[in-house]
């Protein structure tokens, strides 16, 4: 067995006349995140990071911006197609780590869900998702509340 480590980073800016889509998950909240997809931060960062691990791409490379094909598409059917090619290669997930960095809106309802979603898109066990959150206490742009930034790491293991 080989196990592989992958992080994954991702920002957006708050935008209006957009659904805010968290780890897979609609928030009711004023502002959604601006992107080509729906500026899922959570689920960009941990599709990043099941990449990285893998050796593959990064999301803009997989997912251009430039191709209309993934205009509006739900950041969790990006990372199952992803997850999909990362599993061809003989790699499995073995956990991964999450965390949401903004001063807006509050995880904590939320995190159950989003582990369910997040571990739906990738046929895995939601125990093997962790989705937590930080803030910046006010200082840069998650701060002043004009977008939020995400982190993952993942682990993945070679299969037989």
Same mark, same amino acid.
């Given at each position: 067995?080989?196990?592989?480590? /992958?992080?994954?980073?991702?920002?957006?800016? *708050? %935008?209006?006349?957009?659904?805010?889509?968290?780890?897979?998950? &609609? $928030?009711?909240?004023?502002?959604?995140? %601006?992107?080509?997809?729906?500026?899922?931060?959570?689920?960009?960062?941990?599709?990043?990071? $099941?990449? /990285?691990?893998? /050796?593959?791409?990064? $999301?803009?490379?997989?997912?251009?911006?430039?191709?209309?094909?993934?205009?509006?598409? &739900? &950041?969790?059917?990006?990372? !199952?197609?992803?997850?999909?090619?990362?599993?061809?290669?003989? *790699?499995?997930?073995?956990?991964?780590?999450?965390?949401?960095?903004?001063?807006?809106? #509050?995880?904590?309802?939320?995190?159950? &869900?989003? #582990?369910?979603?997040?571990?739906?898109?990738?046929?895995?066990?939601?125990?093997? $998702?962790?989705?937590? %959150? !930080? !803030?910046?206490?006010?200082?840069? *742009?998650?701060?002043?509340?004009?977008?939020?930034?995400?982190?993952?790491?993942?682990?993945?293991?070679?299969?037989?």
């Amino acid at each position: 067995m080989t196990l592989r480590v /992958g992080l994954g980073v991702d920002a957006h800016a *708050f %935008a209006d006349g957009v659904p805010l889509v968290l780890g897979g998950v &609609s $928030i009711d909240h004023p502002r959604g995140l %601006a992107g080509h997809s729906d500026g899922d931060v959570i689920a960009h960062a941990l599709l990043d990071a $099941i990449l /990285g691990a893998a /050796g593959l791409a990064d $999301i803009g490379a997989l997912f251009p911006s430039s191709d209309p094909q993934w205009h509006g598409s &739900s &950041s969790l059917d990006l990372l !199952t197609h992803a997850y999909r090619d990362v599993r061809k290669l003989g *790699f499995e997930l073995v956990n991964a780590d999450c965390v949401l960095i903004g001063e807006q809106p #509050r995880l904590a309802p939320h995190r159950l &869900s989003m #582990r369910a979603a997040l571990a739906g898109a990738l046929g895995v066990d939601p125990e093997r $998702i962790a989705v937590r %959150a !930080t !803030t910046t206490d006010r200082l840069g *742009f998650t701060g002043r509340g004009e977008g939020l930034a995400a982190q993952a790491v993942a682990l993945v293991e070679t299969v037989a």
